[in-house]
């Protein structure tokens, strides 16, 4: 199966009043599934899926900036800001256009062998072992603004989840 799609969302009060992507918006989609009966007994299956990484929002820069506090009335002013005085220093974040970077794309790999065997009275016995992720594929779920390894600078890091994982299950039909 493949979709190919767009989501964008537009609201007044946010990104300017300018379209964005949505979070999900997710413009390819494909899953293929195959399935093969080596023999009455045996059953082989894999499953591969891919999606166009998530739409989400970076920061595009931390700028410094002054912290100002109103002075009560019939105070002089101490600086060049009129009737404000500085308190202190802080780090406002650029953050730009909304969503309007996507994270790496997701796929992966699910492996699967069955063993069905025929009881007496009809009934039917199933025996799965599979692996999720066969290629162990570090598929992003989200992202944070970290130290590079040398920690010199700031660098973008991802997490993941869900490596490779066994699966084993048993089935019992009567």
Do not use: C
Not at 22 to 35: C, E, K, L, Q, T
Not at 45 to 61: D, E, H
């Amino acid at each position: 199966g493949y979709t190919l799609s767009w989501s964008q969302l537009q609201f007044p009060e946010l990104n300017f009043g300018n379209r964005f992507f949505a979070r999900y918006d997710r413009r390819h989609d494909i899953s293929v599934v195959g399935i093969y009966e080596l023999s009455p007994r045996i059953t082989l299956s894999a499953t591969w899926v891919y999606g166009t990484g998530n739409a989400i929002t970076l920061p595009q820069a931390n700028v410094p900036a002054r912290l100002h506090e109103a002075l009560p009335i019939g105070l002089p002013p101490t600086n060049n800001f009129g009737f404000f005085g500085v308190t202190g220093l802080t780090n406002t974040t650029d953050f730009g256009s909304r969503n309007d970077f996507r994270m790496a794309a997701y796929h992966r790999l699910d492996l699967a062998v069955q063993f069905h065997r025929k009881m007496r009275k009809g009934h039917e016995r199933t025996w799965e072992f599979g692996l999720y992720n066969a290629y162990s594929r570090l598929n992003p779920f989200f992202y944070y603004i970290g130290e590079n390894d040398a920690r010199t600078e700031q660098a973008l890091r991802q997490i993941s989840l869900f490596p490779i994982i066994p699966s084993f299950s048993y089935n019992f039909k009567f």
